[in-house]
C-alpha cells in the first residue's frame, strides 16, 4: 500500500512564536498511532526549530518549501538543497504554482531544483496543475503531463519512485473552491497513466499522489476516499491545529 501523506505548507506566514504554538499544538492533538507521515512546510527561518519538535515523532517529518537551483556559491539570499539536508529536512516543495506564477520558475530551473533536491537526498514534493482557462479549453490534462514530463521526467525510475507528485489545480488555491473528487480522481488516474507509460505501471502505482487546493475538514472526505489520493498539501488549513488536525483524521479514517 502507498503512504499516506498530509504537508502542511504555511507559506509566509507566522510570526515564530505562533509558528512553534501551532507545531507543538498539532503534536500535541495527534494519535500515538498514526498512519498518516505529517509533514511541516514552514517557513526557512523555522525550520530548525519545527525539526526539534518533531524529530522524536516517528510520523512528523520537515519540508523546506522551495530551494535553490543552483548547488551554492554567490547567490545572495538563497537556500542550497545542501544546506537543507545538512540540517535534517526530509523534503522539499519544487514547482508551487505561486513560484511558478509570481517568481517566474520556467521548467528548466525547476527540472534544476529537482536535480538539487536528489543529489541531496530531499524528497521532492512536485507541484503540478492547471489554470483555470487552461481547464476551460479542455487542456488541462496536456498542461500536467507537460509539467510532469519537462520538470521530473529527466529522472531515472530508482529517482522517480522516490518523488510525491502534488496536484494542485491553480484555480482551486486559496481560493476556497476545491476540485470536484471526480475531477481530481479523473487527473491522478491520468497521471498514474502517464507514469505508467513513461516507466512501469509498477512504478505508476508506487509514487505517492496528493492533491492540494482549498482542502478544509469540510470538503477533504470525498477527495481522500479517492481511489488514487494518497494525501493532502494543505495551506490555509493547516494554519488553525484544530483543523489541520481534523483533516489528519478523516485521512487516518479514510485508511481504515
Ligand atoms: P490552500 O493552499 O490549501 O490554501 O488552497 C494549498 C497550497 O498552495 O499548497
Redesign the pocket.
Known sequence: MRKKILAA?W?MNLNFARAMALVDAVIHGLDDSLNTEVVFAPPFVYLHEVLLHVQRHSNLSLAAQNCSEHSGGAFTGEISASMLGSIGVDYVIVG???RRIQFHESDDVLAEKVNRAIENFLIPIF?CGETSSDRDSGKHLAIVQSQLEKGLFHLPADKIRECII?Y?PVW????GVNAQPEQVQEMHAAIRKILSDKFSAEIASAVPVIY????SAANCASIFACADVDGG??????LKAQDFLDIIQLLEESIA
Open positions: 505548507n507559506k508551487h504554482s505561486e507541484c502534488a494542485e482551486a488555491i486559496g481560493t492540494g487546493g482549498s482542502i498539501l494543505v495551506g490555509g488549513a493547516s
